[in-house]
Structure formats: structure tokens, C-alpha cells
């Protein structure tokens, strides 16, 4: 498994949209956690093929870096900007998708912290150290991907425009300043 090239998963660094466009720049970090999550396949299947090396082992690491890095930010944008004027509008259809929303992300912190145990011993250990992924290690990565499938689906094609419609400019530029101060951005 080569982390570099076509299998390369880039630094924590927002994606190429801006944080002046907030929306977009959410639906691209959801591109970016989907091949967090394609790495994260491909290095289970590298060690369950060739074990652990240097390959698996940076793979490991770019994935504990995005999804302890940008995720956590990507959750506080939607909970902080996103769902708030979702949840006091009227539609009770919204108030159930955004309520599981956040129950969901409840989850991908609980699932979160076994996968990360899980990665962490992969991108520490030795080659000579090195034992299979026992059934629950790899249960515990399995499970922390599969909750994101139906989340960005619902994020993406539903609160995503109803929030962004529900919101004034002003709200816009407020989440958008908001995105780059807590990023550090200028």
C-alpha cells in the first residue's frame, strides 16, 4: 500500500473551497472523510494481505489525523451554525433528521475513540511486534465507518439546503467568520 500518490490522503488542510463559502466547504469535507474512510478499507486490506509496514502504518496516521483534526471541527460547524435554525423552525420532519444528526455524531465520538485506539496501535507498533487485527479491532473500524453512509446522504441532500435557505447572509458570513477563527484562518 503506497500512502503516497493515488492512494494519498492529504493533511488536515481544508480542501481547495473556501471557508468564505461554508456550505460548500462542509459538502467538501465530507469528500474528504469519504476517502479518510476508503484508506481506512484499503489499509485493513493491506494488513489482512501484506501485514503491517511503513505503508500501513502512515496510512494509519493520516486517518488519526483527519478524524482527530478536521472531523471534530467539521461537527462543531454543523452544531453550532447548521442545526440551530433547523431546530427552531416549524418543521417537525427537520427536528427528527437533525435531532438523529446529532445523536449520530454522539455515536461517531463513541465509535470514534475504539477505532482510534485500534489505529493508533497500528501506527505505533513495530513490524516484529506486530499480531493481525484481532475480530473486534476490525469490528471497531467497521463500526465507526458504517455510521457515516446514511449521515452525509441526509446532511447533503436535506439539512444542508433547508439551512442554507432558512438562513440570512448575515447568518452566512457570521458561520463562515465563525469556520476561520477556529481554524486559524486569516
Request: charge should be negative.
Amino acid at each position: 500500500m503506497k500512502t503516497s500518490g493515488s492512494v494519498n490522503l492529504p493533511s488536515h488542510r481544508a480542501p481547495a473551497v473556501g471557508l468564505e463559502s461554508p456550505f460548500e466547504m462542509l459538502v467538501a469535507c465530507h469528500e474528504r472523510v469519504n476517502r479518510s474512510l476508503e484508506l481506512l478499507h484499503r489499509l485493513q486490506a493491506h494488513l489482512a494481505d501484506k501485514g503491517l509496514d511503513e505503508d500501513a502504518r502512515q496510512a494509519a496516521r493520516d486517518v488519526l489525523r483527519y478524524f482527530d483534526i478536521a472531523a471534530p471541527l467539521h461537527h462543531q460547524d454543523e452544531e453550532l451554525h447548521v442545526f440551530p435554525p433547523l431546530l427552531q423552525g416549524s418543521d417537525p420532519e427537520l427536528h427528527e433528521i437533525v435531532n438523529k444528526l446529532m445523536n449520530d455524531h454522539r455515536a461517531m465520538e463513541i465509535r470514534w475513540s475504539a477505532a482510534r485506539t485500534t489505529l493508533t496501535r497500528i501506527a505505533d507498533c513495530s513490524t516484529q511486534a506486530w499480531t493481525p487485527l484481532t475480530p473486534e479491532q476490525a469490528d471497531s473500524l467497521n463500526r465507526f465507518s458504517a455510521v457515516y453512509g446514511q449521515h452525509i446522504a441526509d446532511e447533503e441532500r436535506i439539512v444542508y439546503p433547508a439551512a442554507r435557505s432558512s438562513m440570512l447572509i448575515s447568518a452566512i458570513a457570521v458561520m463562515s467568520e465563525d469556520m476561520k477563527r477556529r481554524r486559524g484562518v486569516n
